[in-house]
Structure formats: structure tokens, C-alpha cells
């Protein structure tokens, strides 16, 4: 059964710092590109960064360099460092597993962690 396994969540103040985790199981995801989606009520889901498995990474405007995605394919975990947060960063944060295969594509989420930036 795969599974993927949201942490580092929390509230912090204007300024302040989170890493979030998301360690999947029950699949080789060396090979997968993963990424960090936001999500605010009532608005769509947003792409916030992604690295693929030669870890080369994309990151969404918004982002302005202050946050950085990266990944241990040993522990199968992706991160996302967020640095210098904004009131307008505070979402749910979900990650995503995912790989295209010829006649499939293959899409894992994660549950969901609250970031929550207030004073």
C-alpha cells in the first residue's frame, strides 16, 4: 500500500522559517517527480515547486527564492525549506508523487499539512 506522510506543519510569525517532510512507502520512488502544492479555501490547488529524480527543480513566482525543495531518495522524503514567510503563504500544504509511464500516470498525495503564519 503506498502511503505518503506529511510533517513540519505549524504556525509561525511573519519572518520566521518551516521545512516541511513528506516520506512515502510502499513503492521505489527514486524515479518520481515530486513536488509541493498549496491550497487555500475555496481557491485551486497551486504548484509551489517540484525536483525530479536528477534533482533539478522548478519553482513557482511566488516562491522568490525564499523556499527550496530537495530530496533523499533513500528515505524516499522530499522537502520543502520555507524561509522568510509571508501571512499569504499560510495554506494547507500537500505533496505529490508522481511519475508518467507510457499507457498510465501515476499520482500520490500526501495528507495535507496546515502552515499558518500570523503574529
Known amino acids: 500500500q503506498v502511503q505518503l506522510v506529511e510533517s513540519g506543519g505549524g504556525l509561525v510569525q511573519p519572518g520566521g522559517s518551516l521545512r516541511l517532510s513528506c516520506t512515502g512507502s510502499?513503492?521505489?520512488?527514486?524515479?518520481?517527480?515530486m513536488r509541493w502544492y498549496r491550497q487555500a479555501p475555496g481557491k485551486q490547488r497551486e504548484l509551489v515547486a517540484s525536483?525530479?529524480?536528477?534533482?533539478?527543480?522548478h519553482y513557482a513566482d511566488f516562491t522568490q527564492g525564499r523556499f527550496a525543495i530537495s530530496r533523499d531518495n533513500r528515505k524516499s522524503t522530499v522537502y520543502l525549506q520555507m524561509n522568510n514567510l509571508k501571512p499569504e503563504d499560510a495554506d494547507i500544504y500537500y505533496c505529490n508523487f508522481h511519475r508518467r509511464l507510457l499507457h498510465e500516470t501515476r499520482d500520490y498525495w500526501g495528507q495535507g499539512t496546515q502552515v499558518t503564519v500570523s503574529a
Open positions: 525536483i525530479i529524480s536528477d534533482e533539478t527543480t
Open positions: 510502499g513503492r521505489d520512488f527514486s524515479i518520481y517527480t
